[in-house]
């Protein structure tokens, strides 16, 4: 299996513009995560989907961060505008299923830089 | 509140040294424990992970972590590193009813040769 994916590995733009990060799922895995690592805060979650429904978005720092998954195999996290504040590197992850025992499995990454 | 704290933040070892990074948490009810490692560039990789049983727990790489119910520690452990355990390394909990991972802050280890 080729694991998580996402693209792209890194990301410059300027604030104001629309960032689009992408995430590929392990295939047969139904709990899909974002999380974003920064140096002040860590590692925190964002968003989990479970079968493709947002389950919990209260990690979300605001309205300008929005994410979806139309299908199993495919999810976004859309930021706009973007903002200087928002560099970070954005980790996607996915579990077989839900709940505590099951191990999420994490993608390279996103490295984001907003100027 | 849930929550994990990692004591030690910046840790420099010469090769063959032991190693022993501390984890805390703090959680009501049966929890789950990791040890995520990120290597310089690369993506997190689990290291090992604790349910139940044996609180012994060994992983890849000659690693191991002791979960003790007591201290609510899950401390990681190798006996001897290696110039390529250079990396960042997070504990990590999650409640057996949950899904979401909540991480330490994160030790990054320097192995110096």
């Known amino acids: 299996d080729a694991g998580v994916i996402q693209s792209p590995r890194h990301e410059v733009t300027e604030m104001g513009q629309e960032v689009t990060l992408r995430c590929k799922p392990i295939?047969?895995?139904?709990?899909l995560f974002w999380y974003r690592q920064t140096m002040m805060r860590g590692l925190e979650l964002l968003i989990y989907?479970?079968?493709?429904?947002?389950?919990?978005d209260s990690g979300m720092p605001e309205d300008r961060f929005s994410a979806k998954m139309p299908n199993a195999s495919f999810s976004t996290l859309k930021i706009q505008p973007s903002e200087p504040r928002d560099s970070a590197v954005y980790f996607c992850?996915?579990?077989?299923?839900?709940?505590?025992?099951?191990?999420?499995?994490f993608g390279p990454g996103t490295r984001l830089t907003v100027t | 509140a849930q929550s994990v704290s990692q004591h030690n933040h910046h840790v420099i070892l010469s090769e063959a040294a032991s190693l022993e990074l501390g984890c805390n948490y703090s959680y009501g009810g049966t929890v789950n424990l990791f040890w995520y490692v990120q290597y310089p560039g690369q993506h997190l990789q689990l290291l090992l992970k604790y349910f139940s049983g044996d609180p012994l727990v060994k992983g890849i790489k000659g690693f191991e972590a002791e979960f003790i119910k007591s201290k609510f520690s899950f401390n990681l452990r190798k006996p001897s590193v290696q110039w390529s355990d250079t990396a960042e390394y997070f504990c990590?909990?999650?409640?057996?009813?949950?899904?979401?991972?909540?991480f330490g802050k994160g030790t990054s280890l320097l192995v110096t040769p």
């Open positions: 989907f479970n079968n493709n429904v947002p389950i919990d």
């Open positions: 990590a909990a999650l409640a057996a009813s949950g899904y979401a991972l909540n």
């Open positions: 992850a996915s579990s077989l299923g839900q709940g505590g025992h099951y191990e999420q499995y």
């Open positions: 295939s047969g895995h139904n709990s």
